[in-house]
């Protein structure tokens, strides 16, 4: 990162929406002046696998440092890609066939489809227990199971899947999500699971997937949910307590990956404090990249508030290196996109439609 302004610096603790499918003069300068450490992709963005294969290209050719390019890509209820191949399995109608190895193909056939239209991350997998799926949470076919056991070997085999085939993962929503009954999309959502039925459930989840060597996660997508039994009832988001983000994950649970904030253009967030200061705020729980999806001025807003916080001594020049020096390493774990192959999407997906027509069995077999 020789040579980089502060702003610069800072644009790489950014995690990025753009407006559409092309890179126009807009986004061109958005893109360099910020210099963005990651950009997600969404719907709006996809027309057609040769169109996103390009993007990613110029998204690469305007970025100094190669960034982070993800998108949500789970299947199911929560599939960018319908757009451009046909639909994938959820979570929960896989982990329905009770056969694992089909979350390791979904993880392949993810995977596979991603690297050729130049993304290197993708934001899944949800790694919340299915607890209150019934209720309007926006979790719902989105979980691998209610127990942790069953998250464990299904989300641990689709990770596989997925990493081995050259995209990196992301396990969301971090301490845990699944006991909620409003959707964080919406509003601030609380979490009133004692301390220890959280540790024992919740984070036994992410305990196991830190700690084994071809599931080991590289981010977690830290959530927009208060946590009483962390936090008391002050209604603080996960996504800005350093007791949750700093001493619940980084200290007692030792992890070195990246933890990233979920959108700050949620309700969640936006009911509850101004976004700059919600952006200064993630930063001091110890997140490294932000979200930030959907508005480019308040991506720049982001910037401009992180900069007057290092400037003014509020954060430390140390705490954002910290940063940029994880973003670094998982950025180092990251597969060199391809040259876009027309005939090998089109074998992908294929390989797609195979699986969903085994998993259609596999379901219709357990019943």
């Not at 101004?274 to 308040?298: H, I, R, T, Y």
């Amino acid at each position: 990162m020789s040579g980089f302004s502060l702003e610069h610096k800072i644009g790489q603790l950014l995690f990025i929406g753009i407006p559409g499918p092309t890179i126009d003069t807009a986004t061109q300068h958005l893109l360099k002046s910020v210099q963005p450490g990651g950009v997600i992709l969404f719907a709006r963005n996809l027309e057609s696998p040769q169109q996103v294969a390009e993007l990613t290209a110029d998204i690469r050719r305007f970025s100094r440092v190669t960034p982070l390019i993800s998108i949500d890509q789970e299947g199911g209820k929560v599939d960018r890609l319908k757009k451009i191949v046909e639909p994938m399995p959820s979570a929960k109608s896989i982990s329905d066939s009770e056969e694992a190895k089909l979350a390791f193909e979904l993880g392949v056939a993810t995977a596979d489809l991603l690297r050729l239209l130049g993304l290197n991350m993708n934001f899944a997998p949800v790694l919340d227990l299915g607890i209150n799926e019934d209720q309007n949470n926006g979790l719902a076919d989105r979980c691998w199971g209610s127990g942790p056991l069953k998250v464990i070997r299904f989300a641990g085999t689709y990770l596989e899947g997925l990493q081995n085939h050259g995209i990196l993962g992301c396990g969301k929503h971090f301490p845990g999500l699944g006991d909620t009954t409003v959707d964080s999309h919406e509003q601030l959502p609380t979490v009133n699971r004692s301390e220890k039925q959280l540790t024992d459930e919740d984070l036994r989840v992410y305990a196991d997937l830190f700690n084994t060597l071809y599931t080991r996660v590289p981010s977690v997508m830290i959530s927009h949910a208060s946590y009483p039994a962390f936090d008391g009832h002050g209604g603080t988001p996960a996504s800005l307590s350093s007791n949750i983000v700093t001493d619940l994950l980084r200290k007692k649970m030792e992890y070195n990956g990246i933890a990233i904030c979920d959108d700050l253009e949620m309700g969640a967030i936006g009911a509850t404090r101004p976004f700059a200061e919600a952006a200064v705020q993630a930063v001091e729980a110890g997140n490294d990249m932000l979200l930030v999806c959907s508005k480019p001025e308040l991506v720049v807003e982001a910037q401009q508030a992180l900069v007057a916080a290092v400037t003014s001594g509020r954060i430390s020049q140390n705490r954002i290196e910290t940063s940029i020096n994880r973003i670094a390493k998982i950025k180092a774990m990251a597969v060199a996109a391809p040259t876009f192959d027309a005939d090998a999407f089109r074998r992908a997906a294929d390989r797609l439609a195979a699986l969903n027509r085994t998993v259609a069995t596999a379901i219709e077999n357990a019943r």
